[in-house]
């Protein structure tokens, strides 16, 4: 079982930068693959980035890529969403989820792969 929580969102303007924060609780967060999903008012959650348990492998979606950076810290328990370059279109409740399975060998966009969720942060961009 691992529980998760965000922190790091708030109001920035067009072109400026956050960083979200995930910090998970249990011991094995280590050997979970970590995601990162939105959603914003009237639209389905849609996946942002996923990190391999290991940290040696990433995947963006194409709307994110080049802008935003995931990254995790097994020390730390926490996996981390640098975003740069924020457009009005990032708003969005940002949620971080952990995957079903341990150790996996391939990072995956696919929502349901993923069984543990937080609350979510709000990340709002002002044009």
């Known amino acids: 079982q691992v529980q998760l929580v965000e922190s790091g969102g708030g109001l920035v303007q067009t072109g400026g930068s956050l960083r979200l924060s995930c910090a998970a609780s249990g011991r094995t967060f280590s050997s979970y693959n970590m995601g990162w999903f939105r959603q914003a008012p009237g639209k389905e959650r849609e996946f942002v980035a996923a990190i391999k348990w290991s940290g040696d492998s990433t995947y963006y979606a194409d709307s994110v890529k080049g802008r935003f950076t995931i990254s995790r810290d097994n020390a730390k328990n926490t996996v981390y969403l640098q975003m740069n370059s924020l457009k009005p279109e990032d708003t969005a409740v940002y949620y971080c989820?952990?995957?079903?399975?341990?150790?996996?060998?391939?990072?995956?966009?696919?929502?349901?792969?993923?069984?543990?969720w937080g609350q979510g942060t709000q990340v709002t961009v002002s044009s």
């Open positions: 989820a952990a995957d079903r399975y341990l150790r996996r060998a391939i990072v995956i966009s696919t929502m349901r792969t993923y069984d543990y």
